[in-house]
């Protein structure tokens, strides 16, 4: 018999598909699966060019009544913020874009927060809870954050407003509680105020 050992197929095979599924699990961070035709679906038009949606006052649906506990522990639920225009979040520790845009997202915070404008970031994914806890004290986020590590809450929206894969997604909900405007992927400063800035010129209700 041939000392020679033949290549076995097989095992290769699972090699490459568990290569394979762990490159997917890791770029599900930045995924954009949210776009597309199921925007229609919530009046979202998303600007040519770019990840950022909007919908039209006559056109928006409603956002979910999200609730929970905060990372303080904290009860919270997003009609405790109705007639403020809330700027939602969806974020984990574990996300680079995520770490990325946290500054500019406390920066716009900081900016906004005394003109009728809330922040409530959304924690998923995170399955302990300090490591969420210990990314907004390194990163000097200031605005709650609902705690949701299962993402049960997340399926709460609209079908085509949230892909609960798609993180960050940041999403504005106007004074009325209702889906104004979305972006998926990390956000700087002038994108974030571009989504924002429309909503709250608008007419209070």
């Known amino acids: 018999m041939s000392g020679t050992t033949r290549p076995r197929p097989r095992l290769a095979a699972a090699a490459a598909a568990t290569a394979a599924a762990a490159a997917l699990a890791l770029s599900g961070c930045s995924s954009s699966g949210s776009s597309g035709s199921a925007d ?10 770019t990840n950022i949606s909007r919908a039209e006052v006559g056109h928006r649906q409603d956002a979910p009544d999200i609730a929970g506990n905060t990372l303080e522990g904290t009860p919270v639920k997003l009609s405790d913020y109705r007639g403020k225009v809330v700027v939602l979040n969806v974020w984990g520790s574990w996300c680079g874009p995520c770490r990325s845009e946290a500054d500019d997202l406390q920066r716009i915070w900081d900016k906004y927060k005394d003109q009728g404008v809330q922040f409530l970031g959304i924690n998923t994914r995170d399955q302990e809870i300090k490591n969420a806890v210990r990314f907004e004290q390194e990163k000097g986020v200031t605005y709650p954050s609902l705690y949701d590590p299962a993402g049960t809450e997340l399926l709460k929206f609209p079908k085509g407003s949230l892909n609960s ?11 009325d509680g209702k889906l104004a405007a979305r972006a998926v992927g990390g956000q700087v400063d002038d994108a974030l105020e571009s989504m924002l800035q429309p909503v709250l010129a608008e007419p209070k209700p």
């Open 165 to 175: 894969q798609s993180i960050p997604t940041t999403i504005v909900v106007d004074r």
């Open 40 to 49: 229609g679906q919530v009046g979202f038009v998303t600007a040519k060019g």
